[in-house]
């Protein structure tokens, strides 16, 4: 027991002073301490090669959704297309994205993970408020295999993710 009474007290203490210290004195009100948090994990994701869009960014078909997430940092979303049910190996397959009215890429980049984590990428130009389409594999120096693959569009000329998708390969 007696190790226990240092252990409390100390935290007792820290307590104390965490409550003091943030009580007042640094100048940020909540809001923006809460913004200066989002912005230091969005920037530690992005600049992180496991972070979203990075090779551990998986699609999972019984979700729809990608691991680690890939949203773009703007205000409006880009919409996604893929096929929602497994395609048959060999066939092509059309990818799209619509992108938001207030976007500023000029062309996109649809890298395509597949099963055994090697990729290949096709280019799409892009206007806001219109659809930009790829096939694959045929828009692609890839072939498919059965599994589960990962789609990532990002800003072409910056190599920002924008979002993710995928589809699934019989």
């Given amino acids: 027991m007696l190790t ?14 965490l409550v ?28 992180s090669a496991d972070g979203p869009g990075g090779p551990e960014t998986l699609f999972d078909p019984t979700t729809y959704m990608c691991t680690p997430a890939v949203d773009a940092r703007t205000t409006d979303a880009w919409r996604t297309t893929a096929p929602r049910s497994p395609v048959d190996l060999g ?7 619509l992108a938001p009215e207030s976007a500023e890429a000029s062309s996109v980049t649809a890298s395509v993970i597949g099963p055994g984590r090697g990729s290949a990428a096709a280019v799409a ?12 594999p045929d828009d692609f120096e890839a072939s498919a295999e059965s599994g589960v693959h990962t789609v990532i569009w990002s800003d072409t000329e910056s190599g920002t993710p924008l979002t993710c998708d995928g ?4």
């Fill in 4 to 17: 226990t009474k240092p252990l409390g007290a100390a935290l007792c203490g820290a307590a104390v002073l």
């Fill in 20 to 47: 003091t210290a943030c009580g007042g004195g640094h100048g940020y009100s909540p809001e923006e301490l809460n913004e200066m948090i989002v912005d230091t994990v969005r920037a530690s994701a992005r600049d």
């Fill in 91 to 97: 066939d092509s397959v059309e990818l799209g994205v």
């Fill in 125 to 136: 130009d892009t206007e806001p408020g219109e659809w930009s389409s790829v096939r694959y």
């Fill in 167 to 170: 589809f699934e390969v019989d």
